[in-house]
């Protein structure tokens, strides 16, 4: 079972960004405080990093004990270790590089210098391994019920590197190596569907009026190959935090006003 979407509009991209910074602390201080520990899978592209960027900036990040934290990638692109366009390199230089993180819990997903070599595949299933080590008995399956995880969107309704029409839609596997991607650059690794709907929370982040017809689409019973945002939902609670142009053809009603 999933959870229908909430959605929430925010007057711009950075109050949107500014508010999923705070509400990620809430969730975190509340999560480390009734289990302990937290799992956050974080996502890549414009808006993503600025949520991490605001986290860094805000004085309540103080409050999570950074320690007792793990993080993950939904996805990433298939980079030299350190690569501008790597999802990693954009939220260590964000976040990351600014706060106490264990580095023993922070667990990008694997270069294409690092220990498979210019092997997605391989890479891909390093990576499935990861998750499949970190997942408990309660969890019920071969990856960890994330706390939350957090997925931007493109305008072609893509999560992670999950686009319209590709094989790893309907690949049941954790972790998939995608090629031939249609948005720069074509190599990349993606969790997948399944690995997605494990997670406790998904929060949908997206920001621009050109985000506004998939965002529409994605709140529709659209099928997630054609629409892959529509097929990312969580299992107790999945969010829509968006901006003004990516609420802007919402079906009338569905809003709800987070900063006017
Ligand atoms: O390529 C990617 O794009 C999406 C969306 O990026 P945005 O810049 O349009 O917000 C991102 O969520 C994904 O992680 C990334 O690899």
Request: no cysteine; charged share 20%.
């Amino acid at each position: 079972m999933s959870a229908p979407p909430a959605v929430l509009v925010h007057h711009d991209q950075t109050m949107l960004a500014r508010s999923a910074a705070a509400r990620l602390v809430t969730r975190i201080v509340d999560v480390q405080a009734a289990r302990g520990s937290a799992s956050i899978v974080l996502t890549g592209g414009g808006v993503g990093t600025a949520v991490l960027a605001e986290l860094a900036a805000s004085r309540a990040r103080d409050a999570i004990d950074w320690g007792r934290l793990d993080l993950w990638w939904g996805d990433e692109r298939f980079l030299p270790s350190g690569d501008p366009e790597r999802n990693e390199t954009g939220a260590r230089a964000a976040l990351l590089d600014h706060v106490p993180v264990d580095p023993a819990r922070v667990h990008p997903m694997p270069a294409s210098d690092g220990p498979d070599g210019n092997d997605p595949e391989a890479a891909a299933e390093r990576y499935a391994a990861l998750l499949r080590a970190a997942s408990r008995p309660e969890d019920h399956g071969p990856v960890p019920s994330f706390d939350v995880l957090m997925l931007g969107m493109g305008p072609d309704a893509h999560v992670a590197s999950l686009f319209p029409e590709m094989p790893a839609l309907y690949d049941e596997r954790p972790v998939v190596a995608v090629r031939g991607a249609p948005k720069p650059p074509p190599t990349r690794i993606t969790m997948t569907l399944p690995t997605i709907l494990a997670a406790r929370e998904v929060w949908v982040i997206a920001a621009g009026e050109s985000k506004a017809d998939a965002v529409r689409l994605g709140l529709s019973e659209a099928g997630p190959v054609q629409v892959p945002v529509a097929g990312a939902r969580g299992r107790q609670r999945t969010l829509f935090l968006l901006d003004r142009g990516a609420a802007a053809k919402l079906p009338p009603g569905l809003e709800r006003i987070a900063s006017p």
